[in-house]
């Protein structure tokens, strides 16, 4: 099974707190993010930044999370995709903590697809997490921290793979995402 790798080391400054940590039915907004990649992953790795402890502590349990601070998150997200990439050594997921409801569906179909890089895309619209085979792990490293994943994908033939499942498309970055988070699993995806 392949690596995953889950990017919570931002500074959540749309959401005006740690948005990582938001309820939603009893379970914070992080947790329902890595419980929707474990069942896919060998390895998992949280990659934290400026909310590190609290990202610690929520899976101090958790044994088979593995919790990597990123000590350049202030330099941008790429450093945090990059801190991800040392931690792995296999064909890997990358996924925001801020996606908490992609279906196991969604996985299963990344999986079964072909390409170096896949990508599910709900509608007319690309979302994650991404699927990355382990040979691109080394053209990640060596771009600038000031790239991106639109920058590394651009060099790479990409598999878009269509799935029925709109939390593809959806994050939680703002109080209104989070309001909408909350009724998200009674079946409220507008």
């Known amino acids: ?25 009893g379970i914070p907004l992080l947790e ?40 350049r998150f202030e330099a941008g997200m790429f450093t945090s995709v990059q801190c991800g990439v040392r931690q792995i050594g296999d064909d890997f997921f990358m996924l925001p903590g801020d996606i908490p409801f992609v279906r196991f569906s969604t996985y299963r179909a990344l999986l079964e697809a072909q390409g170096p890089i896949r990508v599910p895309k709900h509608g007319k619209r690309r979302g994650h997490p991404l699927f990355i085979e382990k040979a691109l792990a080394p053209d990640i490293l060596a771009l600038s921290e000031t790239a991106n994943l639109k920058t590394f994908r651009k060099n790479h033939p990409l598999t878009e793979v269509t799935v029925e499942d709109p939390g593809v498309l959806f994050d939680v970055d703002t109080p209104e995402d989070y309001r909408k988070a909350l009724n998200w699993q009674k079946g409220d995806h507008t």
Request: hydrophobic share 40%.
């Open 1 to 25: 099974m392949p690596h995953g790798i889950i990017l919570a080391g931002g500074y959540s400054s749309r959401a005006k707190q740690n948005k990582m940590l938001f309820d939603i039915d």
């Open 32 to 71: 329902h993010t890595v419980n929707s990649m474990r069942p896919h992953v060998d390895r998992l790795v949280v990659v934290s930044g400026r909310y590190h402890k609290e990202v610690e502590r929520l899976f101090e349990d958790a044994a088979d999370v593995v919790i990597v601070h990123n000590p």
